[in-house]
């Protein structure tokens, strides 16, 4: 039941040898990414592999039958294109693998947004509550930002992976703006009425 709901998909921090193994033993399905410098047992790099869907052996894994792909980034901010590589334990269109990629980007983005820009991995999460409370904040501003990001976008074309800090600061000053310039009026007021003071003292 659980290998006909389940396909594992996994970025190439967890290409270990003992986790490919335990995936094929349970026979779950995956698409797991790889580093462009991963060997075959023939001594060859993947970046080195000039066609889809071939089969291939991986050095340590001998006998798993695998099968390579790669997938082209949108460009980044310097107007460069990057190529990432997948494999999978069972023969499917380059299409699906794409599409499979993609997925695990999108949660994965969610996760890294939530660590580096919403401070998840610096939060006291030593209550059940305590986590709960700060996972709903967080997923409610990745929500505000991921929208503002599609206000941004009116062709619905991704040029590049979304600046989530850049986001954030922005939709900062959208909602809730008015509430930084009230308090430099009342911080203007104050100094005004300070310095009326001196000068009334002076004379």
Avoid at 130 to 149: D, I, K, M, P, Q
């Amino acid at each position: 039941m659980l290998t006909a709901q389940f396909h594992v998909l996994a970025d190439s921090g967890f290409s270990s040898i003992a986790l490919l193994n335990g995936l094929s033993a349970l026979g779950l399905t995956f698409s797991v990414g790889m580093k462009r410098s991963r060997q075959t047992v023939e001594g060859q790099a993947l970046y080195e592999i000039t066609s889809q869907q071939r089969r291939v052996r991986l050095q340590g894994l001998p006998d798993l039958d695998l099968w390579v792909y790669w997938i082209w980034l949108p460009a980044n901010q310097k107007g460069e294109r990057i190529q990432r590589f997948v494999i999978t334990n069972r023969q499917r269109h380059p299409q699906t693998v794409r599409t499979f990629g993609r997925r695990r980007w999108k949660i994965e983005a969610l996760f890294k947004t939530l660590k580096s820009r919403f401070a998840l991995g610096k939060f006291a999460q030593k209550t059940k509550q305590g986590v709960c409370r700060f996972l709903c904040l967080s997923f409610a501003c990745f929500l505000l930002c991921h929208l503002e990001y599609l206000n941004q976008d009116e062709s619905g074309t991704e040029e590049s992976v979304p600046d989530g800090g850049e986001l954030a600061e922005r939709l900062k000053w959208t909602l809730v703006g008015w509430v930084r310039l009230v308090e430099i009026e009342l911080e203007r007021a104050a100094i005004l009425a300070v310095l009326d003071e001196q000068r009334r003292d002076a004379t």
